[in-house]
């Protein structure tokens, strides 16, 4: 397990979100995206909650925003290195804004996430 500060982690997860393609963060809509220290179970990097933009209707007005929470912990847990905290984080974040634009866990893993 490394040591990351959570200043530093916090980083991390924003170079992340800058690398998401500028056409796909523009359709990005009331979505948060924090950083959290423990999960509410076990074996979670990251988790996604909300609904996602191919469920929302007309009838999608004045919702609370979107969670993406990213868990520190877990993720220095199985990380030995920084660098490998900075893929870890970046296969995360891409991981839940996939679900916020409604691509499931099965379509994610047949696209190699």
Known sequence: M????????????????????????KVMDNVVVVVVDDPPEQGLLGLYTGIPL???????????????EIYRNPTLEICDTEE?????VQITVVHEIAHHFGIDDEALHELGW
Request: zero cysteines; aromatic letters at 6%; a negative charge.
């Open 2 to 25: 490394i040591e990351v500060s959570r200043n530093r982690f916090e980083e991390l997860v924003s170079e992340a979100l800058d690398t998401i393609p500028p056409e796909l963060a």
């Open 54 to 68: 191919t469920e929302r209707g007309e009838w999608y007005s004045g919702m609370l925003p979107d969670r993406i």
């Open 84 to 88: 490998d905290v900075v893929g870890e």
